[in-house]
Nanobody, 122 residues
Framework: QVQLVESGGGLVQAGGSLRLSCAAS????????MGWFRQAPGKEREFVAT????????YYADSVKGRFTISRDNAKSTVYLQMNSLKPEDTAVYYC???????????????WGQGTQVTVSS
């Protein structure tokens, strides 16, 4: 298994930016497809973005496309989520996850971080 720790969340005004980081340890990081998910109060867990093992391909939810960018640095065993043009509806706990398949489904990710809170004020 792989252990994941998110960081970089916080409070930001609408239109602002945040960069989330997720540090991995325990297994070879480059063997894993990585993803970001989020969960707002009273809402179900929502897919945000995913990235191939090599980092060469990415896929985004329509709600964040054009505003968020997922990237990875396999040498540093870290995945990032750059969030720009943030909206109040982006407010949620953000989780990074590791899995064996390039997927937008949470069921395909077996390892999860503890989450980091992102709050966007209007």
């Amino acid at each position: 298994q792989v252990q994941l720790v998110e960081s970089g969340g916080g409070l930001v005004q609408a239109g602002g930016s945040l960069r989330l980081s997720c540090a991995a340890s325990g297994r070879t990081f480059s063997n894993y497809v990585m993803g970001w998910f989020r969960q707002a109060p009273g809402k179900e867990r929502e897919f945000v973005a995913t990235i191939r093992r090599s980092g060469s391909n990415t896929y985004y939810a329509d709600s964040v496309k054009g505003r968020f960018t997922i990237s990875r640095d396999n040498a540093k065993s870290t995945v990032y989520l750059q969030m720009n043009s943030l909206k109040p509806e982006d407010t949620a706990v953000y989780y990074c996850a590791a899995g064996g398949s390039y997927s937008s489904s949470y069921r395909d990710f077996g390892s999860w971080g503890q989450g980091t809170q992102v709050t966007v004020s209007s």
